[in-house]
C-alpha cells in the first residue's frame, strides 16, 4: 500500500532552520507531484511548497526566499529546507502525492514549532 512518512520536524527558535524529509513507497514517485502542506490551529490546510516531475517548482508567497523544496527519485524522498523560520510558521506539515487526477495520498503529518 502507499506509504508517506515524514520526520525532520521539531522545535525550533526564531531564525533556526529545520529539514523536512518524506520518504514515498508503494507509489512511482517520479512522476508524482510532491507537495509540502501545512495547518496551524484554527486554520485551513494550506500549500506551502510542490515540485513537478520535471523539477519545476512553486512556493506560496510567504515563504519564498526562506522554504526550498527538492525530491531525490532514486530515494523516493522529497525534502523541504525551511531557513529564517518565524513563530508563523508554527503547523503541522503534511507531505502529499498527487498524480493522475485521481491518486492523492498524504503523510500523517510532522509539528514544526518555532518558538523561544
Known amino acids: 500500500q502507499v506509504q508517506l512518512v515524514e520526520s525532520g520536524g521539531g522545535l525550533v527558535q526564531p531564525g533556526g532552520s529545520l529539514r523536512l524529509s518524506c520518504a514515498a513507497s508503494?507509489?512511482?514517485?517520479?512522476?508524482?507531484?510532491m507537495g509540502w502542506y501545512r495547518q496551524a490551529p484554527g486554520k485551513q490546510r494550506e500549500l506551502v511548497a510542490k515540485?513537478?516531475?520535471?523539477?519545476?517548482?512553486y512556493y506560496v508567497d510567504s515563504v519564498k526566499g526562506r522554504f526550498t523544496i527538492s525530491r531525490d527519485n532514486a530515494k523516493n524522498t522529497v525534502y523541504l529546507q525551511m531557513n529564517m523560520l518565524k513563530p508563523e510558521d508554527t503547523a503541522v506539515y503534511y507531505c502529499?502525492?498527487?498524480?493522475?487526477?485521481?491518486?492523492?495520498?498524504w503523510g500523517q503529518g510532522t509539528q514544526v514549532t518555532v518558538s523561544s
Open positions: 508503494g507509489i512511482i514517485f517520479r512522476i508524482y507531484i
Open positions: 502529499n502525492a498527487w498524480a493522475n487526477f485521481r491518486d492523492d495520498y
Open positions: 515540485i513537478f516531475s520535471g523539477g519545476r517548482t
